[in-house]
Nanobody
Framework: QVQLVESGGGSVQAGGSLRLSCAASDYMFMTYCLGWFRQAPGKEREGVAVLNNAGTIMYAASVRGRFTVSQDSAKNMMYLEMNSLKPEDTAMYYC??????????????????WGQGTQVTVS
């Protein structure tokens, strides 16, 4: 069964840190590319970071150097460590998976799976 569950969002002051967690099913963690995406009110959803099928992590320019993706294969967990947070990082953050990815996006024609999202607010 394909399943993604995010956790770890919250409110933080600018300059602070948060860590998001994404729990994935066994099959998804082993087979799919996984990524973090966000959507701020009134804006389009954007890619934050993607862990592709080759194990390479791609970051959006806006977060590179501040955000770090890691994974724990034994627990089927992916994490997003967010440091030096800015007000413009405020958004709903989603964990997602697809059969393949391209850059910091999910494959356009790939079957996609999304978590329910977790809110991050930076003031």
């Amino acid at each position: 069964q394909v399943q993604l569950v995010e956790s770890g969002g919250g409110s933080v002051q600018a300059g602070g840190s948060l860590r998001l967690s994404c729990a994935a099913s066994d099959y998804m963690f082993m087979t799919y590319c996984l990524g973090w995406f966000r959507q701020a009110p009134g804006k389009e959803r954007e890619g934050v970071a993607v862990l592709n099928n080759a194990g390479t992590i791609m970051y959006a320019a806006s977060v590179r150097g501040r955000f770090t993706v890691s994974q724990d294969s034994a627990k089927n967990m992916m994490y997003l460590e967010m440091n030096s947070l800015k007000p413009e990082d405020t958004a709903m953050y989603y964990c997602a998976a697809a059969e393949y990815c391209s850059g910091v996006t999910l494959g356009k024609y790939a079957k996609q799976y999304w978590g329910q999202g977790t809110q991050v607010t930076v003031s």
